[in-house]
C-alpha cells in the first residue's frame, strides 16, 4: 500500500511495526510525520532508563535510516509540551495528539490500539489498523528453551547460559555457539514488549528506572540496562513441572492442619527451591474443596487455573488489595514473593482480620521465615498471624514447624519470677520443641533449644539420684535433665500408670522426695530418636490403630472433641451421643486414664495433680492428646 503521508501513533514505534513494513514494502510513503509530542515523551521515558523509550527513539533512528535510502521525508510536527507536563502524560494523550494531527494533516493515521482506530473512524480520520494480536510469531528468547530448562541468562558479550534440570539438581550449561552483542539483547528486548502488547496473557508488570519485569505466558523476564546493570541483561525463568499436593506425599497430621486448621502459613525456601511450585499445588487444592481462592503477586507467575484471580500489588498497592480483599471475601489468599515491610504488615493485617493467607518468603533456614516477622510486628501476635511453616529444599518438604504463645519461665533460666510470654517453634511433626522466642530487656531473642547440650556436674548429680529412685519402680528407665528444677523420665510404656499412680499421688510423692519436677514419657520415644521408624510418634500412631492387647484389634474409636484449657482445670467438650460413656484418654498413643463423660458432654480433668499437669503439656505443645470410647 502506497500512502502520501503517514502518522504513526506511540504503540507503532515502540513496537517497531513501520520500519519493517517500509523494509517489506508492505507500506510505501512519500512522508512520515511524528507528533513533538510523542516524541517529547519518549525522550522522558528514555531519561528515565524505562525501555519503552529506548525502543521508541531506536525506531525513529531507523526511520531516519530508511529515509535517505528509500526517498521518503521524516518530519516532526505538533507542539511540544512543557517539560512539567510530561510526568503527568499519559500514553493515549499523545496517541490522541497524534490521531488529531493526521485529521489536520489529511494524513494516515497508523495505529495497533483497537479505541484509538475506532476513535478516527467515528470522527472521518483516514486510518490504518494494525492488529498485533494475529499473527505472532513467537520471540527468540523461547528458542533457548527446552523442556528440561528452568531459566536463561543473556547477557551482552557473553555466551548464552540456562540451567537445566529440576530445583536441587540442576546444571548450568550454554546454549548458544556465540556471544551475544548489546543489539541482540535489545532486540530480544523489543520483541518481548512487542509480544507482551500482542497477547492476553503477557504483563508489563514493574517498569522502573533501569529495569522492566515482564510476565508473558508462563516465562517471568527481568531486563535490566545501564545504568542500573553494568550491561544489557535478560534473565527469563518458568516453571519446569507442574505437581499436585498429593504428590508431596504430606503426612496425615499435616494434611489435616492444612484442610481444618491451619490459616496463617508460610511456604519457605531458597531461590529456586519449588516454593512457588508447592504453593500453586496448594492453591489448587483448596479451590478443588470449592474454596474462594485469590493470589497477590508480583510478578503474577503462578500457574493457576481460571477460577482463581491472580491480583498484581505492582498494579496496585497495599491499600487497594486490603480493601478488595475484604470486599471479595476469599476463603484463601496466597501472597506469592513477600519481599518488603509493607508485604509483611499487609499480611499480618489481612490474617488478624479473619482472612485465611499463606505467605511465600526466601529463607535459608526454617526459623528464618519467622524471623522475618520480628521487628514488623509485635512478638505476642506472630502465632495469631502465623501458625504453620513449610520448608521447601530441592523441590520437597524437608520441614515443619508449628507456633504457639505460652506464658513460661524460657528454657535454661530457673527462677520461677522469670516467667514471661513465650513464642514456642515445635517440630510439627514430632512435637519437639526447637527455639523460643522473647523478649529480654530491650531485644527480641530467638533462641534454639537443644536437648543433646552437655549437662552441668549439678544435672549428672542429680540426674545420677533420679536415676536411682526411679529404679525402684521401674528396671529399665532413662533420664534426661530439662533444666537444674525439672526433668523428663523415660520408661517402659506398661509402666507409666504404676508410677504415676492413683490420681498422681506416687509420682507427687518422689517429686517431693527429690525436689525436682519429672515429667513421664514413653521409652519409645526415646529409643525412636536413635532408631528412626516406626518408634516414638510414629510407634503411638502405630499402638494407637491397633490398641488392643494380645494382637486384639481394639474396638474403641476416637472422639472428635474441642478443649478448654481452665485455670484449674482442663475441660474436653465431646458430643452428646457420647454422655455417660467410659472414655479412655491417651496422649502420643499412652494410655493416662479412663473417666466418664458427664451429662454436659463434657470430661473435666483437675491440672493439680500429675495426669492433669501432663495432658495440659500435651495440649500446650501440639502433642496428641486422643479420647477412645
Not at 548458544?176 to 541482540?184: A, F, H, N, P, S
Not at 514413653?522 to 502405630?542: E, H, Q, V
Request: aromatic content about 6%; hydrophobic content about 40%.
Amino acid at each position: 500500500m502506497r500512502y502520501d503521508r503517514i502518522v504513526p501513533d506511540l504503540s507503532i514505534l515502540v513496537e517497531g511495526v513501520l520500519s519493517k513494513k517500509l523494509s517489506s514494502k508492505g507500506i510505501e510513503a512519500d512522508e512520515i510525520i511524528i507528533h513533538e509530542a510523542i516524541l517529547a515523551l519518549l525522550e522522558h521515558k528514555a531519561n528515565q532508563n524505562k525501555v519503552i523509550g529506548s525502543l521508541g527513539i531506536d525506531e525513529i533512528d531507523r526511520l531516519r535510516g530508511m529515509a535517505e535510502k528509500q526517498g521518503f521525508s521524516l518530519g516532526f510536527r505538533g507542539v511540544k509540551p512543557r517539560y512539567s507536563e510530561l510526568s503527568r502524560t499519559e500514553e493515549w494523550e499523545t496517541d490522541s495528539k497524534a490521531r488529531q494531527l493526521a485529521y489536520d494533516e489529511d494524513a494516515i493515521f497508523i495505529t495497533a490500539d483497537k479505541t484509538q482506530a475506532r476513535i478516527a473512524k467515528a470522527k472521518s480520520t483516514r486510518c490504518v489498523f494494525m492488529d498485533m494480536r494475529t499473527g505472532s510469531r513467537g520471540i527468540r528468547l523461547e528458542k533457548f528453551f527446552d523442556k528440561k530448562t528452568m531459566s536463561v541468562h543473556l547477557r551482552e558479550e557473553v555466551m548464552p547460559y540456562a540451567k537445566k534440570g529440576k530445583p536441587g539438581d540442576w546444571k548450568f550449561v550454554q546454549v548458544g555457539k556465540k556471544k551475544l552483542t548489546q543489539e541482540d539483547i535489545q532486540d530480544i528486548s523489543r520483541e518481548i514488549i512487542e509480544e507482551t502488547k500482542k497477547r492476553d496473557d503477557g504483563f508489563i508488570e514493574i517498569e522502573r528506572p533501569g529495569s522492566t519485569i515482564v510476565q508473558l505466558e508462563k516465562y517471568r523476564i527481568v531486563i535490566t540496562k545501564p545504568p542500573f546493570s553494568d550491561g544489557w541483561e535478560i534473565t527469563a525463568v518458568r516453571p519446569v513441572r507442574k505437581l499436585t499436593l498429593k504428590e508431596y506425599e504430606l503426612s496425615e497430621k499435616l494434611l489435616n492442619r492444612i484442610s481444618e486448621q491451619a490459616e496463617g502459613v508460610l511456604i519457605a525456601g531458597a531461590p529456586g527451591m519449588g516454593k512457588s511450585t508447592f504453593a500453586a499445588a496448594l492453591a489448587e487444592y483448596y479451590a478443588e474443596k470449592d474454596n474462594i481462592v485469590k493470589t497477590v503477586e508480583a510478578p503474577r507467575d503462578l500457574v493457576l487455573p481460571e477460577k482463581i484471580t491472580q491480583y498484581a500489588i505492582s498494579h496496585g498497592d497495599a491499600q487497594e488489595i486490603h480493601d478488595i480483599l475484604l470486599l471479595s471475601r476469599p476463603d484463601y489468599t496466597f501472597f506469592d514473593e513477600m519481599r518488603n515491610t509493607a508485604d509483611f504488615k499487609l499480611f499480618a493485617d489481612l490474617r488478624l482480620a479473619g482472612i485465611g493467607f499463606i505467605g511465600v518468603v526466601h529463607a535459608t533456614n526454617p526459623i528464618d521465615a519467622i524471623q522475618r516477622f520480628v521487628g514488623r510486628i509485635e512478638l505476642g501476635v506472630i502465632p495469631q498471624v502465623i501458625d504453620t511453616v513449610i520448608f521447601i529444599r530441592d523441590g520437597h518438604i524437608e520441614k515443619v514447624l508449628g507456633l504457639k504463645i505460652l506464658v513460661k519461665v524460657p528454657s535454661g533460666m530457673t527462677e520461677s519470677d522469670l516467667a514471661r510470654p513465650v513464642v514456642t517453634v515445635n517440630d510439627f511433626e514430632t512435637g519437639k520443641l526447637e527455639f523460643e522466642m522473647y523478649s529480654y530487656g530491650e531485644e527480641t531473642v530467638v533462641v534454639p533449644v537443644t536437648a543433646n547440650a552437655k549437662q552441668s556436674p549439678a544435672r549428672e548429680l542429680a540426674k545420677k539420684q533420679i536415676e536411682s529412685e526411679i529404679r525402684l519402680y521401674s528396671d529399665e528407665a532413662f533420664v534426661e535433665m530439662l533444666s537444674e528444677s525439672r526433668c523428663r523420665v523415660f520408661v517402659p510404656k506398661e509402666e507409666i500408670p504404676k508410677i504415676i499412680g492413683k490420681q498422681g499421688k506416687q509420682i507427687s510423692e518422689i517429686e517431693k522426695s527429690i525436689g525436682i519436677g519429672i515429667d513421664i514419657a514413653s521409652l519409645d520415644d526415646y529409643k525412636g530418636r536413635k532408631n528412626p521408624g516406626k518408634t516414638g510418634k510414629a510407634a503411638g500412631r502405630a499402638g494407637r490403630e491397633k490398641p488392643g492387647e494380645d494382637g486384639e484389634e481394639s474396638t474403641k474409636k476416637r472422639i472428635q472433641y474441642s478443649v478448654k484449657l481452665m485455670s484449674k482445670s482442663i475441660v474436653f467438650i465431646v458430643d452428646p451421643d457420647n454422655i455417660n460413656k467410659n472414655v479412655d484418654i491417651t496422649v502420643d498413643g499412652d494410655y493416662l486414664m479412663t473417666a466418664k463423660v458427664s451429662k454436659k458432654a463434657m470430661i473435666k480433668v483437675k491440672k493439680n495433680n500429675k495426669i492433669g499437669r501432663f495432658i495440659a503439656d500435651a495440649v500446650n505443645t501440639d502433642g496428641t492428646v486422643e479420647i477412645l470410647g
